[in-house]
Nanobody, 121 residues
Framework: QVQLVESGGGLVQAGGSLRLSCAAS????????MGWYRQAPGKQRELVAT???????SYADSVKGRFTISRDNAKNTVYLQMNSLKPEDTAVYYCNAEIKRRRWYSWETNWGQGTQVTVSS
């Protein structure tokens, strides 16, 4: 089986920074795209940022210029550096990864358990 374990969430004041990490472990042959999503109370889960295995990135308009996604392929880990945080960034942040467990398997979408980020005004 595959597990995605997130860390780095917490409480921070507006204008502050946090760095989230998400490590994939278990039966892994290959990892394709990885990403971060978030879900605020009463809202749908939304895409924050994605990164391909080759390092190409994309961001939601709301976080462009403030958040940076990166990855360490050797560690099967994705990071989200969040700067200039705003109260509206408050949400549970989930990491996501497309993983193949064996060469002949299909790509499977895996999710972490989520980590809370709270930004106070």
């Amino acid at each position: 089986q595959v597990q995605l374990v997130e860390s780095g969430g917490g409480l921070v004041q507006a204008g502050g920074s946090l760095r989230l990490s998400c490590a994939a472990s278990g039966s892994i042959f290959s990892v394709n795209a990885m990403g971060w999503y978030r879900q605020a109370p009463g809202k749908q889960r939304e895409l924050v940022a994605t990164i391909t295995s080759g390092g190409s990135t994309s961001y939601a308009d709301s976080v462009k210029g403030r958040f940076t996604i990166s990855r360490d392929n050797a560690k099967n880990t994705v990071y989200l550096q969040m700067n200039s945080l705003k109260p509206e960034d408050t949400a549970v942040y989930y990491c996501n990864a497309e993983i193949k467990r064996r060469r002949w398997y299909s790509w499977e979408t895996n999710w972490g358990q989520g980590t809370q980020v709270t930004v106070s005004s």
